[in-house]
């Protein structure tokens, strides 16, 4: 077999018929895992022997998340068959999962490159936590939220819109009852979004609320107005789970059915040759007594 056709069939999610590819899998899903944990035990003081430790485990992971994301370009033609291999790549480099994998490494490369004193490299470093969604690889309720999203986007799009017209009417409502008894906390009209956004949430932190009795009336309204808000992508993406997982069982059952259709053919064939047999035998019976 091809070399890079193997390559590519290792690289694929386990189907259970490659015990390489299943290994694969599990490596990746582990050094996924670790590293993320790895980054949050990065954030306590722990002793230099073990931030040693983690930083090279650090550099073994991207290394290998890096020959995985050249490889998978590499072979990205297996994946996208038509319009040849240059194409192929194109596609695979723009596509979401590959962008999350090159996000993914670009924390290890950039600092080699670019003086590691930078503020922007160190936050930079904070994106080794997209390695998570790799996962979507390999795991099927991942892939079916992401599928589910993807099927639902325009009308998640039209609810957000909704949200944020929502957010910018009650900062407004707030700033015109807020304005002249807190001028410090509402001092425009964009100064509300904050006790918006915490409001329409329904998590209230309450570092900035109304005072006067016109802005608890408004805000009476903007948090009632926040549960259906909230609750309409929420009912958006429930839907489209309910939708998948009614196709997937309507899926499973169509070899049920296939099953029970032959069942009961072969049931009715049986059937008629028996009448046959009877006939025959009935008539064979008045031929002899004849």
């Known amino acids: 077999?091809?070399?890079?056709?193997?390559?590519?069939?290792?690289?694929?999610?386990?189907?259970?018929t490659s015990v390489l590819s299943r290994a694969f899998d599990w490596l990746i899903t582990s050094l996924i895992l670790i590293s993320v944990v790895f980054v949050f035990l990065a954030t306590f003081d722990l002793p230099p022997r073990i931030l040693r430790l983690l930083a090279i485990f650090e550099s073994v992971a991207s290394i290998v998340f890096t020959v995985e994301y050249v490889l998978r370009i590499a072979t990205a033609d297996f994946l996208y068959p038509q319009g040849g291999k240059i194409v192929a790549r194109v596609k695979y480099i723009i596509s979401p999962m590959a962008i999350i994998d090159l996000a993914a490494i670009l924390p290890f490369w950039l600092p080699m490159f670019l003086p590691g004193t930078m503020l922007g490299i160190r936050a930079f470093r904070l994106f080794r936590l997209l390695r998570i969604f790799k996962l979507n690889r390999y795991f099927d309720a991942m892939k079916s939220l992401g599928e589910v999203i993807a099927s639902k986007k325009r009308e998640l799009l039209g609810s957000l819109f909704f949200v944020a017209i929502l957010m910018l009417i009650a900062s407004l409502l707030m700033y015109s009852a807020e304005h002249d008894v807190q001028?410090?906390?509402?001092?425009?009209?964009?100064?509300?979004?904050?006790?918006?956004?915490?409001?329409?949430?329904?998590?209230?932190?309450?570092?900035?609320?109304?005072?006067?009795?016109?802005?608890?009336l408004i805000g009476t309204f903007i948090a009632f107005a926040g549960i259906a808000a909230v609750a309409i992508p929420t009912g958006i993406i429930s839907s489209g789970l309910m939708e998948r997982m009614q196709r997937g069982k309507g899926e499973i059952a169509k070899p049920n059915d296939c099953e029970q259709e032959r069942d009961r053919l072969i049931r009715e064939q049986v059937k008629q040759l028996k009448n046959i047999s009877e006939k025959l035998s009935e008539i064979a019976e008045n031929n002899s007594t004849r």
């Open 183 to 216: 001028p410090k906390v509402f001092r425009n009209a964009f100064s509300g979004l904050w006790w918006a956004v915490a409001t329409l949430t329904t998590v209230g932190y309450g570092d900035i609320y109304p005072v006067t009795a016109l802005g608890r």
């Open 1 to 16: 077999m091809n070399l890079r056709r193997k390559t590519y069939e290792i690289l694929q999610p386990d189907d259970g």
